[in-house]
């Protein structure tokens, strides 16, 4: 059975801290890999791609580490607008998307 | 940018009524869309993957013939809760993904179904 493992949480952390969240899969095989953030009864959206040579945008920053199959989401200078849950969604190949179970983030004053 | 827009919103019905929810790609061809369902404090859950022109996949412990799913054309995708009751009450969200791309999905707004 192919699986996306994210940890829970919640990550309580402060403002401004900077808070780190890991994704594993276990297709090797998996071809595409995304960051989505979702808000409490809406819809995800897209947060970033995750590109084999690291991205990175504004204060977020994402990894992806093929050999130990895990992908991850970097946040800095955390804001109360980053509280969410973040789901990590792994394209296995045409029209196969697995989601991991989303890591909710709180962030407090 | 590609849009999905997904009707209604939101849905209160009473026990026994069926409810419909569609789901379009607005600028872009989707061959394939996804259901699923959210509860509250819970991740979302993939109920089924719909394909143009063929029957739709169920994920396990999804009843197909209680949430029908049709994708008649390669911009709509529809799901029908039949005879809901409430413990269907949940939030429904579709995405799609352009035919033949690994890219990202595109979400639906989402349709908070609430059945009385």
């Known amino acids: 059975r192919k699986e996306v493992e994210q940890d829970p949480g919640p990550f309580n952390v402060p403002e401004g801290a900077t808070v780190a969240f890991n994704c594993t899969y276990s297709?090797?095989?998996?071809?595409?890999f995304f960051w989505y953030r979702q808000d409490c009864r809406k819809e995800p959206k897209l947060l970033m791609s995750?590109?084999?040579s690291g991205n990175e945008d504004g204060r977020f920053t994402a990894q992806l580490n093929r050999a130990s199959q895990y992908i991850s989401l970097l946040i800095r200078d955390s804001k109360l607008s980053d509280s969410a849950t973040y789901l990590c969604v792994v394209n296995e190949g045409y029209s196969t998307l697995t989601f991991g179970k989303g890591t909710m983030l709180l962030v407090s004053p | 940018g590609a849009v999905v827009s997904q009707h209604p919103s939101r849905v209160i019905c009473k026990s026994g009524t069926s409810v419909k929810i569609e789901c379009r790609s607005l600028?872009?061809?989707?061959?394939?869309m996804f259901w699923y369902r959210q509860f509250p404090k819970q991740s979302l859950m993939l109920m089924a993957t719909s394909n143009e022109g063929s029957k739709a996949t169920y994920e396990q412990g999804v009843e197909k013939d209680k949430f029908l799913i049709n994708h008649a054309s390669l911009t709509l995708s529809t799901l029908t809760v039949t005879s809901a009751h409430p413990e269907d009450s949940s939030f429904y969200i579709c995405?799609?993904?352009?035919?033949?791309?690994?890219?990202?999905?595109?979400f639906g707004s989402g349709t908070q179904l609430s059945v009385l």
């Open positions: 297709n090797s095989a998996s071809q595409s």
């Open positions: 995405s799609a993904q352009r035919a033949r791309s690994n890219e990202k999905l595109f």
């Open positions: 600028d872009f061809q989707a061959t394939t």
């Open positions: 995750v590109y084999s």
